[in-house]
């Protein structure tokens, strides 16, 4: 273990929506009457450019579900600071994650294409050294790097561990985080049983709560004085299990116990699952943590005067699950059903956009990749054509939305949607079809009603799939 420095030894002893409107069945069950009369169909506000490119702050809760917070109708989870970035901006209720585990949804958003275009993309989560995202691949970050932006990652990578991947080898300056899917949250042991938060390539030891932790760096970051500006990637563990809250530090060292004592990765991963624990009490602990750390930034982002020109995208890596709250959808992590894909996404950015409005649009992960890049004057590399279309012509000028069809494969299942449609193939092989504006719980199959259709979808499925790397025997 390298050698504890001046900082990391400071971090270890304690260092310093609205009513819906017309839209899909799912928003209108789903918002709550307290969200607030005053939501508006979005329309992009007519504005002269200021030439001054704006920073970017994505954030990416994990493993939250489509309803976990109040302004998309959870009734028993109270997330004000999220609820009032709405209000300030875009809520969208027809965002959708590049996939239905962690690692690929995140290498859809950092290459702005379908995890299967890559080796490591085809990994339903990373789960060992030997898979990761290529150093030599474009990145949302190297892109913008090359640009002129100062890129920086805090909190969870899960495209790769050292020695052969990072996020300082994908085109962030700088990364300080965990480089596996999941961790205890005051240990630090994670995925592959070993200690797990990093600066740079180096361990940083703080034991105090990883949420906690993230925010202060991500505060820290947010506040400098930058003399170009900026894309920060804040990735928080928070819903993710082990199912713990700020006040459990007891139930973290037993399970830090049980991933020390394990003989075998099925062991380690055992503990970290924690299916002995947690409850819908304790999972609301937990976003309503995630809720207070995101309002914590957003304060440091407005005390640094950078919060007009700073573009706030906010989304989940992919549906919830266990103490989750989807409702209506059906399905949840791990499947193509929307309440494995279908996800809270929040878009700000008072220099251009207005607030109190909810889009309906239908959109996914690798979508952002591409606005982030025009918004950012950024070009995609000729040789990794992006597989996401930009929104900024829609979100700026008022443009319609491009044309295309989203795209989905895991193992399991397969998914496309087209307009108001969605072919779905389940985990035994059926074909289903479903009217997602008339029937967003997909319980109506549409199948036997709709046989050219389905077939056309399928067919466009296809053609897709069949540019992609095959999945390893």
């Known amino acids: 273990m390298p050698e504890i420095s001046r900082r990391a030894f400071g971090g270890l002893v304690g260092g310093g929506a609205v009513t819906a409107v017309a839209g899909t069945a799912a928003t209108a069950e789903a918002v709550p009457a307290e969200a607030g009369p005053t939501e508006r169909p979005f329309k992009a506000r007519p504005a002269a450019a200021s030439g001054k490119r704006p920073n970017f702050l994505v954030i990416l809760g994990d493993d939250l579900g489509w309803a976990d917070l109040s302004s998309y109708g959870a009734p028993h989870i109270k997330t004000p600071n999220l609820d009032r970035l709405a209000r300030q901006g875009v809520r969208f209720t027809d965002a959708h994650s590049g996939s239905a585990t962690c690692s690929p949804t995140r290498f859809s958003l950092y290459t702005g294409r379908f995890p299967g275009r890559t080796p490591g993309g085809l990994a339903e989560p990373i789960a060992n050294r030997a898979q990761g995202l290529d150093p030599s691949h474009p990145t949302l970050a190297s892109l913008l790097k090359e640009s002129g932006y100062a890129t920086a990652l805090i909190g969870k990578w899960h495209c790769g561990w050292l020695p052969d991947y990072s996020p300082t080898k994908s085109g962030w300056d700088e990364f300080f985080g965990n480089f596996g899917g999941v961790l205890e949250y005051f240990s630090k042991l994670g995925q592959l049983g070993a200690y797990d938060l990093y600066e740079g390539d180096a361990e940083y030891k703080d034991l105090r709560y990883y949420t906690e932790v993230l925010t202060e760096r991500a505060v820290e970051y947010v506040g400098r004085k930058h003399d170009k500006p900026w894309l920060l990637n804040l990735n928080f563990t928070t819903p993710h299990w082990p199912w713990l809250a700020e006040d459990d530090q007891e139930t973290g060292a037993e399970i830090a116990a049980k991933i020390r004592a394990a003989k075998t990765q099925a062991e380690v991963s ?66 193509l059903l929307e309440g494995g894909i279908r996800v809270p996404t929040i878009l700000r950015w008072p220099a251009r956009i207005d607030g109190h409005q909810v889009s309906h649009e239908p959109l996914f992960s690798p979508d952002w990749t591409a606005t982030l890049l025009e918004l950012g004057g950024a070009r995609p590399d000729p040789a990794y054509p992006l597989d996401g279309k930009s929104l900024a012509g829609h979100l700026l000028r008022g443009e319609r939305v491009p044309e295309r069809d989203l795209f989905w494969r895991v193992r399991a299942n397969r998914a496309l949607r087209r307009g108001d449609w969605k072919y779905y193939r389940d985990a035994t092989g059926a074909d289903h079809l479903y009217n997602l504006t008339a029937d967003s719980r997909e319980q109506a199959d549409r199948t036997p009603d709709e046989p050219e259709l389905l077939a056309e979808l399928k067919a466009a499925w296809e053609r897709i799939n069949a540019g992609l790397l095959p999945y390893p025997s």
């Open 270 to 335: 055992r503990a970290l699952n924690h299916f002995d624990g947690g409850s819908v009490e304790k999972y609301t602990q937990m976003v309503e943590s995630l809720d207070a750390a995101v309002g914590e930034v957003l304060a440091a982002l407005r005390r640094s005067g950078q919060e007009e020109n700073t573009v706030v995208l906010f989304a989940s890596d992919n549906g919830g699950e266990r103490y989750s709250y989807n409702w209506p959808l059906s399905g949840e992590k791990f499947v």
